[in-house]
């Protein structure tokens, strides 16, 4: 526990005492004030270094001995707010913010395989991740195995001595199902690895994932948290949770002394806090997928509303998916929100009833229908985000998920004449308008 950084401590005392509710945390987690200027708001520190007050408290800053500021590829002011908001959002012990969501979810995992070991992964990903695990992690020498998210007998068996972590998306993007994460969680533990979760489409206003037992959070801040289509980023949150002394065997980059770091021991030096300490020292260090503190301070802003916003967004994207249930012209939907949907129940049990603002369906006529009913959107965007505050439309077998064979789409959840819908925060009667006429110009 020594040396740990004041930085990745999880609460003040007074936190400790009167722990704020997540709406309030949002608003005014990890800030302070500034001392020099007395700024209400978090100030954006757009410099790339920081100096030293003499050459041992460089050395100190180095060793990890004293928290503070080095150089802003691998931390900085603005960022170490979102940082320290989103570990209190999340409950966890300390966070990184990178680049976007893909290096996050690429760090989570080079922090703790390497050449020779393997992960295992729920199929049902957004493409990007599932490109990522199916061809560019073997081609590092790491192997990722896959398994539907339901089948848990098949995820159980990938498991080996070589396995580093259990990965999942809390709900799919884009196939809406949802992730039993405490079954998952429990499969996880019961081998000595720890369990991923990408918490991107929910956030933590629908899914407490820690609470449920995950190890480690990811977030595209692109998406839900930045809210507003201005800024890339990505988050990853420990848990502090998972005890790597205890399977040092299987974590020695955590638990053996690091050369390319001093020599420190990650679990001595940085006790719970271990994990993302390496994150930040050794893959964020030396491959520079660093935030920038304008980006940083923009997803802020957008943080400091979201739990409005998911409200409104899960309100209009349910009233949505009734709607086009009962529309003649529609062949399926699929929206967890649905009484009817196979994850209805999961639903429940994971995110309180609600299944956020991503829904899919099919049109009746395929995908050349698909294509003319995006193609006739008026207000909706044609665009591949997801979690803006507008609404939003694309076709994932032909973008998100263009890369991938036939036998990958199945496997990903992704049929060809699916449509995906990222519901947005306009009047909900707006929407409906939009999707009826392009409805109409597809028949």
Not at 251 to 269: C, I, K
Not at 422 to 439: M, N, P, T, Y
Request: hydrophobic share 40%.
């Amino acid at each position: 526990m020594k040396h740990i950084p004041q930085r990745l401590a999880l609460f003040t005392k007074k936190t400790e005492e009167t722990p704020m509710k997540l709406e309030t945390l949002a608003l005014h987690a990890g800030y302070d004030g500034d001392p020099a200027t007395h700024a209400a708001t978090t100030p954006i520190y757009q410099t790339t270094s920081f100096t030293f007050d003499d050459t041992q408290h460089g050395a100190d800053l180095f060793d990890l001995k004293v928290a503070g500021n080095i150089y802003t590829r691998i931390m900085n002011p603005t960022q170490a707010v979102l940082e320290q908001r989103l570990t209190e959002m999340e409950g966890g012990v300390g966070a990184l913010c990178v680049a976007s969501g893909m290096a996050a979810i690429t760090y989570s995992i080079q922090c703790l395989a390497s050449v020779g070991c393997n992960i295992v992964s729920t199929s049902q990903l957004y493409g990007g991740s599932y490109n990522l695990f199916a061809h560019t992690f073997p081609r590092q020498g790491i192997d990722v195995r896959f398994a539907s998210h339901d089948d848990y007998a098949a995820l159980e068996a990938h498991i080996d001595d070589n396995t580093r972590a259990l990965f999942c998306e809390s709900i799919g993007n884009p196939a809406g199902n949802v992730v039993d994460i405490v079954t998952l969680a429990e499969i996880a533990h019961r081998h000595g690895v720890p369990l991923i979760v990408d918490n991107t489409v929910p956030t933590p206003f629908l899914c407490k994932a820690f609470e449920l037992g995950a190890d480690i959070v990811i977030h595209s801040l692109t998406k839900y948290i930045g809210g507003h289509g201005t800024s890339i980023g990505g988050v990853i949150i420990d848990s502090g949770k998972f005890d790597w002394a205890a399977h040092a065997a299987r974590f020695p980059m955590l638990n053996e002394p690091d050369p390319s770091y001093h020599g420190v021991v990650y679990t001595e030096a940085l006790g719970p806090a271990a994990y993302i300490g390496r994150c930040r020292v050794v893959p964020l260090r030396n491959t520079g997928a660093a935030i920038s503190p304008l980006n940083a301070f923009l997803i802020m802003q957008g943080l400091e509303t979201l739990g409005l916003r998911m409200e409104r967004h899960c309100e209009n994207a349910q009233r949505v998916a009734e709607h086009l249930q009962r529309h003649p012209q529609v062949e399926w939907v699929s929206y967890a929100g649905l009484s009817d949907s196979p994850y209805h129940t999961l639903c429940k049990k994971i995110t309180g009833g609600k299944a956020s603002g991503i829904l899919s369906f099919g049109i009746r006529g395929g995908k050349a229908a698909g294509a003319q009913f995006i193609d006739a959107l008026q207000m909706i965007l044609r665009l591949v985000n997801i979690g803006d505050a507008k609404s939003l439309a694309c076709h994932p077998a032909t973008t998100t998920h263009r890369q991938l064979g036939p036998e990958e789409l199945v496997s990903a959840g992704v049929r060809e004449d699916m449509v995906r819908l990222s519901i947005g925060i306009e009047h909900v009667d707006d929407i409906i308008a939009d999707i009826d006429q392009a409805l109409a110009a597809a028949a």
